[in-house]
């Protein structure tokens, strides 16, 4: 379907009204609404894409937990070894963490 030169005009007009006006929270969740009415097939995308990335995010947390109960001392032997390693460079850091946060206070 072509336009015509006036409605090509008239659409020109409403495109820059629109452009000119801030949407507010209302104007989303209006758009959402409309949206969400006329194209329910994309909401049926979002709420499956959602799922997805939740369940991933599921195993992923899980799949650390389970590592952590597995390994609990070498982590925690890894972690003392790091931290005895570096213990001046943390020191220090604090150090002038705590110096900053006088200065400031």
Partial sequence: MAFTE???EELRRFDALIDASPMTYR????SDFIEDILFPELEKQRAESHRR???R???AKAYAQAYQAAHREEVAAKKKAWYQANRERILASQKERRKARRETA
Avoid at 27 to 30: A, N
């Fill in 27 to 30: 104007d989303y969740i209006i």
């Fill in 6 to 8: 006036k409605e090509l």
């Fill in 57 to 59: 995010k599921n195993l």
């Fill in 53 to 55: 990335y939740q369940r």
